[in-house]
């Protein structure tokens, strides 16, 4: 017996072996035409009469080893990685379950896109239009930074453009947008609105462009149902406190403006529109019922904490001042990490609410749908650069858009 396992265990080892042989030959193999490459280069790069020598290549003066041969080379496929992640476009689809989604917004669809920073795919955006042109939506959601630190509104007009009103579009500014709200209002003469007044010319030519800004919740009707969406700035906003604010600084303001005083007349405008835009906010909150879904729009995501804040039970009278807790949160603001590396993933995010100010962070906290105490936030991808980033550009990290598609339904796998 002893004779026979031994017997049978030979042609194993010996299988082993040969395989290991096979891929040490391999190996070699390989090596050697990269040595040859390596050698023609040698022979091109030098004169005969010093190839006798073994004079090696030069570049910048330098004599080339093999080392720094293979160096260069992996060098310029990390460069060639760049650029093409940098330029390649995709589209995500991601299903949200939501309890007691009315009927009505089964199978609504949101497109979602964040932090262009003024960047171009293609003449017109021409390439990332190909992406979207055999997809289905129901409206569009802009989440800051499509201008970006740069300033260049012109990509942004071209992708409103080209996606030609062909369904309602809703924005708002991010951290490296230029503020929305101008320092020093506008002189108006009685001929401009108070908007015109107030807000930048980036926001005005992209609402004349059809896009509505998101300076106050707004109400999608389907049927008998409604959906709400709404910017960030009212998340745990006591409204009737900072109306009442308000109500004491217009006071001070129009009792100085009557004196004459001039600083006055420029704080008058912006202390009347922010004024008007809680008023009309909390005239909302009554027309909402505990049916509707609302829906957040936010560049950066909010902390966890204030998130689970606003889950806290409120009183009948808060309720009459408080916006519910959203039921999705729609962000953008960390473009997927940037620079994932293999198998550590994100190597930075620029946020001062991760452990570690944001070095290494936890991959949901960057991108994909996670929950926050019942409240769901999906974080897209977004297709630029966020400038306030270590290291610029997108490494294993390809730009991407959101197709964000609500439903009641359970997934298979929770019913099994």
Known sequence: ?????????????????????????????????????????????????????????????????????????????VLVTLILNNRSVGVEHVNVVMAGLPDDFEGYKILVISD????????????????????????????GDMVGAGGNTQPFYSLINQLDGRKPMYFIAG???????????????????????????????????GCTYMDVPVKLTRGSSSLWLMPDTFLNLDLYKALDEYKSELEQVNESYLEGVSVSRQALPLTTYRRNILYKSHDLIPEISEDDIIIMLSHEVPGDSQLTRAQEAMTEAQKKNFFSAPDLVLAGHYCGGEWKLPIIGTLYADTNILPRYGWFPSEK????????????????????????TVLSGR?????????????????????E
């Open 1 to 77: 017996m002893p004779e026979e396992i031994k017997r049978k265990k030979l042609p194993a080892k010996s299988g082993k072996k040969k395989k290991s042989k096979r891929k040490q030959s391999f190996f070699r193999r390989f090596f050697k035409g990269v040595g040859r490459v390596f050698n023609i280069y040698y022979s091109y790069t030098t004169n005969p009469e010093e190839r006798e020598n073994r004079i090696k290549p030069k570049l910048f003066g330098r004599a080339i080893t093999f080392a720094g041969f293979m160096a260069m080379m992996l060098a310029l496929i």
């Open 116 to 143: 262009l920073n003024g960047r171009s795919f293609g003449q017109d955006q021409s390439t990332l239009m190909r992406r979207l042109g055999s997809e289905s939506y129901n409206c569009v959601v802009f989440l």
């Open 175 to 209: 951290d490296s947008d230029p503020d929305p709200v101008l320092d020093e209002p506008r002189e108006s003469n009685g001929s401009l609105t108070l908007n015109e007044m107030v807000l930048a010319d980036w926001v005005l030519e992209t609402m004349e462009l």
């Open 365 to 388: 906290y960057v991108q994909g749908l996670r929950s926050v105490d019942g409240i769901q936030v999906y974080t897209t991808q977004g297709l630029g650069n966020n400038s306030r």
């Open 395 to 415: 490494l294993n990290n390809p730009p991407r858009v959101t197709i964000i598609t609500l439903t009641g339904e359970l997934p298979q796998s929770f019913l």
